[in-house]
Each structure stands twice: as structure tokens, then as C-alpha cells.
């Protein structure tokens, strides 16, 4: 039987197959993958560089038609790895909107919804794990 989704592929030099990785990864996998950078405040608060976007983050567009552009995430589309942020929409022939779906490394976190309590937990864990270790 032949699987869809090889779980030991490390890397590799040629673009289809990279583009292969991305397009059969599972959900759990996408969502890693569907993260922005953080703004210089909140990289010094939460000590880290990119987090996963999530629904009701505010971002803002670092490049493209709508650069320097700030709203707050919509939608996260894993399928297809895009954002849906609110208030970016294009005038379509007919004269109806439609909003734009945008590629996420192309923006910066401004602040995070932190609804979710889980969102920055296993980052405490491994703080925890690490200095338990290090005191032995």
C-alpha cells in the first residue's frame, strides 16, 4: 500500500518535491506551517521569532498590493495554507467584493488573541523541562 504522506522526509533540493511535502501534508502538520512573524515587542515578551496564526490575531502586511495594511484574521484556510484578514477586499468585475486570500509568511503579528490558553503552553512546558535538567 502506498502512502500519501511520507513521515521520515527530511528535505529535499528540488522544488516539486518540497511542493509535494506541502500539498499532502495532514492538518496537524499545516498548521505549523501557516504561521507569521512576531512584532519586535511581542518577540521580546513571549521569546520567540514566528507563532501559528490563529482566528482574531491582528496582523499587518508586510508586502503586496495591501502592504502596511493592518486587520484582524477572519479565516485560516489550512487546506490551502492562505488567511482571510478583515477588511482586505478586491472589486470584482460584476462590482461585488470578495476577499483576498494571503500567503501568512508575508505578514507580522501585531497582537495575539489569547482566548486560547493552550495556545502558549507547551512553550512553559519546555521552559520547565529545561531548567528541571539543568539544575542536576
Request: aromatic share 4%.
Amino acid at each position: 500500500m502506498n502512502q500519501k504522506f511520507n513521515t521520515s522526509w527530511k528535505a529535499s533540493k528540488r522544488p516539486g518535491k518540497q511542493r509535494k511535502y506541502l500539498a499532502k501534508a495532514p492538518l496537524h502538520i499545516k498548521q505549523k506551517l501557516v504561521a507569521a512573524h512576531l512584532s519586535k515587542e511581542l518577540r521580546e515578551k513571549y521569546k520567540r521569532r514566528r507563532v501559528s496564526l490563529r482566528k482574531g490575531d491582528t496582523v499587518k502586511i508586510m508586502a503586496g498590493k495591501f502592504k502596511d495594511k493592518t486587520g484582524k484574521v477572519t479565516k485560516v484556510l489550512l487546506k490551502t495554507s492562505k488567511i482571510l484578514v478583515e477588511g482586505i477586499q478586491v472589486k470584482k468585475q460584476d462590482g461585488s467584493k470578495s476577499d483576498v486570500k494571503l500567503v501568512p509568511c508575508k505578514m507580522q503579528i501585531i497582537q495575539l488573541n489569547l482566548d486560547d490558553k493552550k495556545r502558549f503552553k507547551e512553550r512553559k512546558q519546555t521552559s520547565s523541562v529545561r531548567s528541571t535538567t539543568n539544575k542536576k
